[in-house]
């Protein structure tokens, strides 16, 4: 019988007070932890979250932690879930379920006290693991604990039937194996998966997005990103992947999400608004990507430090930068310099404009479009001579009254 060994969140004060408020009022058998804390305590990985599946209805579970001087938060009572709060650690608590009726995105669901029902109806073998309080791991599959030591991710059951009970499962599927698998991929599964892509139509943008960006996040998700191209997969989340190979480069380059994302992409400021907005990315991720594309004129690998200042003043550290990464990965044999420039870029500071409006004002300029003409006409001698820190009254005045020769 597997069982978790040292394990500090399972003996962790708030862990055991949540266990035994359930188990009072259920009995030593009424509450498992399941899912990722049980994959990743097996794969000796950090734990995020921690889970618990239990045979108590949701009432009986928001009366038994409030009983122990808990907080119960009713998250999702009409599917099961409570939240108990314990030294301001949440725990997500489930009652054991089984589907009713599924639509591809939602689920109707009846309560269940069978254990198996519950597991029968989760996506992955891998994560429908349970360990009770003193860690002994319950495997109602039969090979969830043997697909964690493999590396593999397999759908509980027919693979078509899972994913036609929620077509995220598709996306779900490459990204588990980009954080977790090893070797080649399920065959079933992916044959399922190019079979199904289709109905990832009928899912949300943001619950595309959401599993898209994690899945890109991944140490390496080259081999996932790969798969999904070569199901159609990728095409029905980004049919403007352009360039698997930049990809592949820039992901040695970065970990970061956004900036992989940008390299899938091509570097046209309206296309990729009009690919973070369709797929509802944060205004933030949205920025980024257009910011970069914005700066694609002014940055290559070819910069001087002067040129690379200029270009850090005008679009700013982390466009240049994330571009940088972008031009390394499209030229490797340059990694030299793009590292020395991403590295400058990191470091410099641009300085705000030294003049103003008021500056110009001072010198008997009247407002209006010659204001805008002069402090133009300062910026680019300034910049072309390399931001210096001084002179700047005499600059302008020069630029005003011209010199008498």
Request: charged share 30%; aromatic share 6%.
């Amino acid at each position: 019988m597997t069982r978790l060994a040292d394990q500090a969140w399972l003996t962790d004060p708030a862990t055991r007070a949540v266990v035994e408020a359930l188990e009072a009022a259920g009995g030593s058998d009424c509450a498992r932890f399941v899912g990722g804390c049980v994959r990743n305590a097996l794969m000796g990985r950090p734990i995020d979250d921690i889970d618990i599946a239990t045979t108590l209805k949701p009432e009986q579970t928001e009366k038994a932690i409030r009983a122990a001087g808990l907080k119960a938060v009713p998250t999702g009572i009409a599917h099961g879930t409570v939240t108990a709060v314990a030294d301001r650690k949440p725990f997500e608590i489930t009652t054991l379920r089984r589907d009713v009726t599924t639509d591809g995105r939602n689920a109707t669901v009846a309560f269940t006290d069978d254990w198996a029902e519950d597991a029968a109806r989760r996506d992955f073998r891998l994560n429908a693991l349970y360990a009770d309080g003193e860690g002994q791991v319950f495997d109602p599959t039969g090979q969830g604990v043997a697909d964690v030591a493999a590396g593999r991710i397999v759908f509980v059951g027919d693979p078509a039937t899972r994913i036609r009970e929620d077509y995220l499962r598709i996306l779900r599927f490459f990204r588990f194996f980009a954080w977790y698998g090893r070797g080649d991929m399920d065959a079933a599964g992916l044959e399922a998966c190019r079979e199904l892509a289709p109905g990832m139509t009928r899912l949300s943008a943001e619950r595309v997005s959401k599993e898209l960006m994690k899945l890109l996040a991944a140490e390496d998700p080259r081999p996932a990103v790969r798969a999904m191209a070569e199901t159609g997969v990728l095409a029905q989340v980004l049919p403007d992947a352009v360039d698997l190979a930049l990809f592949g480069a820039v992901v040695d380059l970065t970990d970061d999400a956004v900036e992989r994302l940008g390299g899938l992409l091509a570097l046209d400021a309206d296309l990729l608004r009009r690919i973070a907005e369709g797929l509802r990315l944060p205004n933030a991720t949205r920025d980024r990507l257009t910011d970069m594309a914005q700066a694609a004129a002014d940055v290559d690998l070819d910069l001087t430090d002067h040129g690379l200042r200029v270009a850090v003043y005008r679009h700013g550290r982390r466009a240049v930068r994330e571009l940088l990464t972008r031009r390394t990965g499209e030229d490797p044999a340059r990694s030299v310099d793009g590292d020395r420039l991403r590295a400058l870029a990191a470091d410099w500071d641009p300085p705000a404009m030294p003049v103003g409006g008021k500056d110009v004002a001072g010198l008997g300029v009247p407002p209006g479009p010659e204001t805008g003409r002069i402090l133009k006409a300062f910026e680019a001698g300034w910049l072309a001579d390399d931001f210096p820190t001084a002179g700047h009254a005499e600059r302008l005045a020069a630029l005003i009254t011209p010199p008498r020769g």
